[in-house]
């Protein structure tokens, strides 16, 4: 799942009327969880808009869940889909983002003793290569780590 067509569709209006100083945070968080005898992951999307750099911010955002095929202590697979799925919401709005300041934050970290190391460089170097920005991780990844975060740990509504 993606955020509908009609979401995109909301966004892009957003982004239009909000003011082209308003700078961008994409970030994708996800949590691991399991039902029965099966591993699944709920995936959290979130775009920020910081309105003006000064006025607040907007979230727009979305949850998926889908099946978990990683070995129970490396979440690489898990850990690149929420890369995929951030680079995916980039791509869709390219064209609305170009003329602005926009941030993808990764929820990774450097640190050896985080599974999540494991993949920094594949990470970085997959959000380099498809969406040509360096990205942001932990801890300066509040996109992810923050408001991805809140959204997959159930903290606000997320859109269906």
Partial sequence: M??????IEEIKEYL?????????????????YRKGNTW???????LV???????????????DVERDYDQVDKPRMRLMNEVYKVSEL?????EELEDREVEIHLDVNPKKEYASSAVVKQAIGYIL???NIQP??????????YAADAGVRGRWEMTK
């Fill in 2 to 7: 993606m955020f509908t067509q009609e979401q």
């Fill in 16 to 32: 239009v009327n909000v003011g082209i100083h308003s700078r961008v945070y994409l970030g994708c968080d996800s949590q691991k």
């Fill in 40 to 46: 699944y992951a709920r995936y959290t999307v979130v």
């Fill in 90 to 94: 980039y791509l869709t709005l390219a």
């Fill in 129 to 131: 290569g498809v969406c």
């Fill in 136 to 145: 942001k991780i932990k801890p300066d990844a509040f996109a992810a780590s």
């Fill in 49 to 63: 808009v910081h309105i003006n750099n000064l006025h607040g911010c907007k979230i727009f955002g979305y949850t």
